[in-house]
């Protein structure tokens, strides 16, 4: 934790997001955010826990049902998934606060293994046939 988290009581960034989704792994049921609240021990305003859990909602990495006037949430039914979305959340939020994207970029890309290269690259030429395919004009180094 850094000196201004420390002293503003702030989470560092996702943390907070994992301890919900935590919360709501363990309950085995959809909670209202007065719920998840309480269980997190009734610190948080409940406009922050409201409000996270409509990011979360928003990311893919929860749903949620009319409770009443308020809504319930529950993990996303492909936990997989969800745990994806957020991995790769975490990685860009990690990569924007660098200041050498290219370097952090390519300093990642060395340490990777030769059948996530691979995949890598796959992910990469989907990304561009489908640009192509909506008429971008952006091009690829080396055409």
Same mark, same amino acid.
Do not use: N, W
């Given at each position: 934790?850094?000196?201004?988290?420390?002293?503003? =009581?702030?989470?560092?960034?996702?943390?907070?997001?994992?301890?919900?989704?935590?919360? @709501?792994?363990?309950?085995?049921?959809? @909670?209202?955010? =007065?719920?998840?609240?309480?269980?997190? &021990? =009734?610190?948080?305003?409940?406009?922050?826990?409201?409000?996270?859990?409509?990011?979360?909602?928003?990311? &893919? @990495?929860?749903?949620?049902?009319?409770?009443?006037?308020?809504?319930?949430?529950?993990?996303?039914?492909?936990?997989?998934?969800?745990?994806?979305?957020?991995?790769?959340?975490?990685?860009?939020?990690?990569?924007?606060?660098? &200041?050498?994207?290219? &370097?952090?970029?390519?300093?990642?890309?060395?340490?990777? =293994?030769?059948?996530?290269?691979?995949? @890598?690259?796959?992910?990469?030429?989907?990304?561009?046939?489908?640009?192509?395919?909506?008429?971008?004009?952006?091009?690829?180094?080396?055409?």
């Amino acid at each position: 934790m850094t000196k201004s988290s420390r002293r503003s =009581g702030r989470r560092p960034p996702g943390v907070l997001e994992q301890e919900i989704l935590d919360c @709501l792994t363990e309950a085995g049921r959809p @909670l209202t955010p =007065g719920e998840v609240q309480t269980q997190l &021990g =009734g610190e948080l305003a409940y406009t922050t826990v409201m409000t996270t859990l409509a990011r979360l909602h928003k990311r &893919g @990495l929860a749903e949620r049902e009319q409770a009443g006037r308020a809504y319930a949430y529950r993990v996303a039914s492909d936990a997989e998934a969800a745990q994806s979305i957020a991995v790769a959340a975490q990685m860009s939020r990690l990569l924007g606060k660098g &200041g050498d994207r290219a &370097g952090v970029l390519a300093h990642f890309v060395a340490d990777l =293994g030769p059948e996530d290269e691979q995949l @890598l690259t796959e992910l990469l030429r989907g990304l561009e046939d489908g640009r192509q395919g909506r008429g971008s004009t952006r091009r690829t180094t080396g055409e």
